[in-house]
């Protein structure tokens, strides 16, 4: 499930580069014990600073540059020390170090010391050291990294974090000397400040340059303070939590160095905070005291939600009678995720913003749970751009999810929740990805029924959308749909738990988020108006626009379509201007592929739907987010709807090339295939499944499942699909039904059964392309009533010339009226406005031919 990639070992990327250069070290296999190498800690711009032993007695400092894959010598100490802290500056002409002194006098002994002292070497070129503490308390350092670059840097920021319970920063001004040289200005007076004190657990941020400490008096505040480039700070964040009244045995320091970490009890808290500038998201995650170790117990705390959930899971004895090792469990960040890991027990996938539904994350145990670099015993934490740290190893990865893992929960037999969290994670974390997308298109069009807790189909189509439009913009989050499973009237049982976890939400306390003008600029910014919009989301009824809501508008609508009302007309001009600029968007993505003929007539129905969901979503956008402007959310919506019916013509265009079909499926005369059939059940279900979720098709979707299915279904079968409202019969597809078969009885008695069902309007205009005596006669008297009407004021002025006539006398019903059309066509100024191409010489041909075909005097 959880893919880690190596990207640094310090067997391979350190240790071979300390064996080149150690000359009095023969042999690699002694290495390992002489070398001695420590990862002390990994800076803000990826470098990996580190010590080792050398085989001379000494202790020697480096820094391992990623991007170079080189190594640089930056301190020497000319005796064994233990470094239990270490920190360089962005220059890299600072040294900041903290040594932990034996008081058994033997070298070897790397238990806690009573004495620390704490050094700021200079090292460019090495020329001062100066000792800041030296206490008898664990100390930790930390130089600040400014965002902004510059070439010459005139003071260096440094963190000190004591045991004690208190962080000061100092300020260190520096100068430059002979050109190369650079050195502490006044090293004597350096300039500090109080930034933090009285807390019991402190964790340094270095991304952002935050520091978040938990204060322990009566009640637990966590407060955050930033630090800006110009080397000031404030503390900007405060939220009260509840936790137990003593969480910690000591003072607990999180990403202050990696030297010498020992591992937290099972009876202390463990607490980190995960922030996110991308996602905006702050999430705090804390596992509980195990005592009994039957259950595992957890705290998400969703600040950007105003609640938290604790879940608690049931550990198998067998698992922890077999296994001695540490039951915290690992949080990792993965921005729009947060992994839960115990090694051998489970793996928990929790979705940061989606938290509506358990089945929105994703919960696996046993050898689905298993991370192959992870083992029960590993140390590991959490360092800068979201890769873990394997102390032990000495290795770091970079942490993803695994897209074969994900698909093979998808085409196994898995429970529902899990196919269900699987799928939105591949379509929204993980994507946009062409070939994953394509594999999940594989895999409905395998599946393409419908499960019983949700629709596949329904869901592939909301979790794009939703992809799309939140990457656009992050305010959209809580107004857009990602999921149908809301739309149910009750919510299957399946995904409502998890077996074995227990979950119990509960509301945050208020957070309180300080300072004014450029400190609250960025991130929190953003977190502030997302958390004042929470209050606003929470009182609001159904601020998540549901598609089904437009439901009662679309009956309404089509129920105007036969309206002579100015006011009916005028809203569907509306709503086909919006149309318009939707399809203008459509036409011009992938114009010359297009594979699927979609695109290519007018689908009023369809037209209609899309202008209408344009309307409804426009003006939801406009109530809930006003702070993003008409013109914004005008782009917004129309690239939602467009890009709607483009994932619609993707879906069919994959499957279609998939099945390796032609322009012969347009062809009538042609009994399906099973390629066809299999097109069909495809394009059907996608029908249901929008039909389901009123959203619009593209134009010509269902003219192209009509001609499917009057190739793959049986006539009768076909003419149901067609009573039910499943198959439309659009003018398209009757025109080409008429031109394209020929008159045996099988497609006569087809034809008619079709223009029966049609609307007056429809078959007057379709029965002119038949060929066939009783379309002809169908035209005939609808030509002759239309000319009567028009003039019948201008009856009495018809006069017959009967010497002019060249019928035969024995039809003299037939001849005057003959003769009466072909005077009101003379007269006519546009003898075929309403009937093109009939005219009285057609009429009476007609009459003739239905004559002896009554009389048996000719076959048809």
């Known amino acids: ?213 938990l204060t322990c008096r009566k009640k637990h505040t966590l407060k955050c303070v930033q630090f800006f480039p110009d080397r000031n700070f404030e503390t900007l964040f405060e939220l009260p939590l509840e936790l137990p009244s003593n969480p910690f045995t000591s003072v607990r320091f999180v990403n202050f160095g990696h030297d010498h970490y020992q591992e937290q009890p099972n009876e202390e808290l463990k607490l980190v905070v995960f922030t996110d500038r991308t996602e905006r998201t702050m999430c705090v995650c804390y596992s509980h005291p195990l005592y009994r170790h039957k259950d595992s117990t957890y705290t998400i705390a969703f600040v950007h939600k105003g609640f938290s959930k604790t879940y608690t899971v049931a550990l198998e004895q067998t698992a922890i009678s077999a296994s001695t090792a540490n039951l915290r469990p690992l949080f990792i960040h993965l921005g729009y995720y947060i992994v839960v890991y115990l090694a051998g027990h489970f793996l928990h996938l929790i979705n940061c913003r989606q938290q509506d539904l358990l089945c929105h994350s994703l919960f696996l145990s046993g050898t689905d749970a298993c991370v192959d670099a992870l083992g029960a015993d590993s140390v590991v934490v959490n360092v800068p751009s979201r890769r873990l740290l394997d102390i032990q190893n000495g290795r770091i990865y970079t942490t993803d999810l695994s897209h074969d893992f994900l698909l093979q929960l998808l085409s196994s037999s898995r429970p529902e929740a899990q196919r269900l969290a699987a799928l939105h994670c591949m379509l929204v974390h993980l994507g946009p990805d062409q070939d994953l997308e394509q594999k999940i298109i594989n895999w409905i069009s395998e599946n393409v029924m419908s499960f019983n807790a949700f629709d596949q189909i329904q869901e592939f189509i909301l979790a794009s959308l939703y992809r799309i439009c939140y990457q656009q913009s992050l305010s959209l989050d809580k107004v857009m749909p990602y999921s149908s499973v809301f739309e149910k009237k009750e919510l299957p049982v399946a995904l409502t738990a998890i077996p074995g976890v227990k979950c119990t939400p509960e509301l945050l306390a208020q957070p309180v988020i300080k300072g004014k003008g450029r400190s609250l600029q960025g991130y929190w910014e953003e977190l502030q108006w997302i958390i004042e919009r929470m209050k606003y989301f929470e009182a609001v009824p159904n601020p998540r626009y549901r598609t089904t809501q437009i439901k009662s508008d679309w009956t309404k609508l089509q129920a105007a379509l036969n309206s002579e009302k100015k006011k009916s007309f005028n809203h569907l001009r509306y709503l086909e201007e919006n149309t318009k600029k939707v399809l203008s968007m459509v036409d011009t993505w992938r114009l010359d592929k297009r594979v699927v003929p979609l695109f290519q007539e007018e689908d009023q129905q369809q037209r209609l739907l899309v202008g209408l969901m344009v309307d409804k979503l426009r003006e939801h956008l406009n109530r809930h987010l006003p702070r993003l402007g008409k013109k914004k959310i005008d782009m917004l919506v129309l690239n939602y709807v467009a890009k709607l019916l483009e994932l619609v013509r993707h879906m069919l265009e994959s499957v279609w090339l998939k099945l390796k079909l032609g322009p012969t499926v347009l062809c009538l005369k042609q009994q399906g295939s099973s390629e066809d059939w299999a097109m069909f059940h495809v394009m059907c279900r996608i029908l249901e499944a929008t039909e389901g979720l009123c959203l619009p098709l593209p134009p010509g979707y269902s003219t192209l499942l009509t001609v499917l299915g009057v190739r793959c279904l049986p006539r009768h079968t076909f003419l149901q699909y067609v009573d039910h409202g499943f198959l439309k019969l659009t003018e398209p597809f009757v025109s080409r039904l008429m031109t394209d078969l020929d008159n045996s009885d099988g497609n006569e008695e087809l034809k008619f059964s079709v223009l029966k069902r049609l609307p007056e309007c429809m078959e007057q205009r379709v029965c002119q392309l038949w060929d066939h005596p009783i379309s002809s006669a169908c035209i005939s008297r609808e030509y002759v009533r239309t000319r009567l009407e028009k003039y019948t004021k201008t009856r009495g002025s018809v006069q017959l010339d009967r010497d002019k006539t060249c019928f035969r006398p024995e039809f003299l019903p037939l001849t005057y009226l003959a003769s009466m059309l072909s005077d009101m066509e003379m007269q006519a100024a546009n003898p075929f406005e309403e009937q093109e191409n009939v005219d009285a010489r057609f009429v009476e041909e007609t009459a003739l031919k239905q004559t002896m075909i009554k009389l048996g005097l000719e076959h048809k």
């Open 1 to 213: 499930m959880l893919k880690l990639t190596q990207t640094f070992d310090v067997q391979t990327d350190i240790i071979s580069s300390i064996i080149a250069k150690e000359e009095t070290v023969r042999r690699s296999k002694d290495c390992a014990g002489v070398a001695d190498t420590r990862i002390l800690n990994v800076e803000k711009d990826g470098g990996i600073v580190y010590s080792w032993r050398g085989a001379s007695g000494t202790t020697r400092v480096g820094k391992y540059d990623p991007h170079t894959k080189q190594n640089k010598l930056l301190y020497t100490f000319d005796k064994q020390v233990s470094i239990s802290s270490c920190s360089l500056n962005k220059e890299e002409t600072l040294l900041a170090v903290s040594l932990t002194q034996s008081t058994q006098g033997r070298e070897e002994s790397y238990k806690p010391a009573s004495k620390c002292l704490t050094l700021l070497i200079e090292i460019h070129p090495i020329n001062n050291t100066k000792v800041l503490k030296a206490v008898d308390c664990r100390v930790k350092v930390q130089f600040l990294y400014p965002d902004f670059l510059r070439n010459t840097a005139l003071e260096s920021h440094l963190l000190l974090a004591a045991e004690d319970g208190y962080v000061d920063q100092y300020h260190i001004p520096l100068v430059k000397q002979e050109g190369y040289r650079v050195v502490m200005q006044n090293s004597e007076r350096l300039v500090r400040d109080r930034v933090a004190e009285e807390f019991c657990w402190a964790q340094w941020d270095s991304g952002p340059q935050r520091l978040f400490y």
